[in-house]
């Protein structure tokens, strides 16, 4: 028996993983992308859960998907394959053996990331160009450069159009993620960004931007509140950034002391640290949307899976990435013990060296 979690802790249970030994895929489907958030998904196969019924759930083409209501974490996937009742859980709400398993065994080495699937449907290879397992895909298209770039997720119910920056955007006010500065070694004034350099517009300190910067995080609550091993954001000006719901056409501005609480949108404080800090996801789907803090209300990281860039799954056309560091790479097994640490350690390090 394994232990798994939300963020929150809502879905927290131990399950049992039917297929120890076999190798994790990590999954590009377009589907799989808008549907969470992420430009990849993995899973483990495991027998029938026993506490569900408390989740949401939201069925699509390749079956029903249970998450959090209340941290917006995906926390099982129920598809029926050919007459077949089959169980995965998302490899990131994995974080040990169940302290309460009076029957367990010695642990035997966790399964290992090893292959890609759907890479075609990413246009551009998405995550799998970079990462250290082996993929084939199909050319790369460039697609048209577009002066508006549409977003939605799994179920539609939001949308979202961003567009090209412009002089309001470089006015904007934020300090810097931990993508660029690390928090844990660098000068807390400068985090600050007193300076008030734009560094979200690409090229930097270019005099006509035309991109975002995008990078990926491996911190223990985008984890937890996705369900995942690796998160990719997009930091987007809100004045860049329109919200439609439920099919509308009437745009909405992302003001987040205005948004009716009616709206498609869960709202999580995730960080018990920091109670500025939130995220958002659709209350449909779970697919997240993106997080914001208090702090920096001028530029949010805005969730790149949910992107329909012509060119590709990374929007390169849109997109500027990071490729130095991984944020957070050290919380691959931060709140993991024994052997399920190892092979998110391996992934998230095969992805740091494959980014630069």
């Known amino acids: ?123 551009d290879g998405g995550l799998s160009s970079v990462s250290i397992v082996q993929s084939t895909h199909g050319s790369t298209s460039k697609g048209a450069q577009g002066d508006v770039l549409h977003l939605s997720c799994g179920c539609k119910k939001v949308q979202m159009r961003i567009t090209r920056p412009n002089n309001v955007s470089s006015s904007c006010r934020a300090k810097f993620p931990d993508l660029l500065m690390p928090y844990h070694s660098s000068d807390p004034l400068a985090v600050q960004n007193q300076g008030h350099k734009a560094w979200w517009l690409r090229p930097a300190d270019s005099s006509k931007p035309n991109k ?62 920091d109670i500025n800090a939130f995220r958002h996801f659709c209350l449909q789907c779970g697919a997240t949307l993106f997080w914001r803090d208090a702090y920096r209300t001028d530029v949010i990281d805005v969730s790149v899976g949910l992107m329909d860039a012509p060119e590709g799954a990374r929007a390169e056309r849109w997109l500027d990435w990071c490729t130095y560091r991984v944020s957070f790479s050290k919380d691959a097994a931060l709140g993991r013990t024994g052997k399920i640490a190892v092979p998110a350690k391996s992934l998230i390090q095969g992805l740091e060296e494959g980014i630069k």
């Not at 590009?28 to 549907?35: F, N, Y």
């Not at 491996?218 to 919200?243: H, K, Y």
């Not at 003001?255 to 609480?261: A, H, W």
């Open 212 to 273: 975002y910067l995008a990078g990926t995080c491996a911190c223990l609550t985008c984890r937890l509140t996705s369900g995942f091993e690796i998160q990719n954001w997009a930091f987007v000006p809100r004045t860049n950034t329109t919200l439609y719901f439920d099919g509308s056409k009437k745009p909405i501005p992302l003001d987040f002391n205005s948004l009716s609480v009616k709206t498609s949108l869960g709202t999580y404080q995730s960080s018990k640290g």
């Open 1 to 123: 028996l394994y232990s798994i979690t939300c963020h929150c802790g809502n879905a927290s249970q131990a399950v049992t993983i039917t297929h120890l030994g076999d190798e994790i895929a990590l999954c590009h489907k377009t589907e799989e992308r808008h549907i969470t958030g992420v430009l990849c998904t993995s899973y483990e196969t495991i027998d029938k859960p026993e506490k569900y019924d408390q989740l949401r759930q939201f069925t699509g083409s390749d079956g029903t998907r249970y998450w959090c209501g209340t941290c917006g974490c995906h926390v099982f996937l129920h598809e029926d394959k050919g007459g077949e009742s089959v169980w995965l859980v998302p490899t990131g709400t994995l974080i040990g053996l169940d302290t309460h398993d009076e029957k367990r065994t010695v642990e035997r080495m966790a399964n290992t990331y090893a292959c890609h699937n759907a890479v075609k449907s990413t246009v």
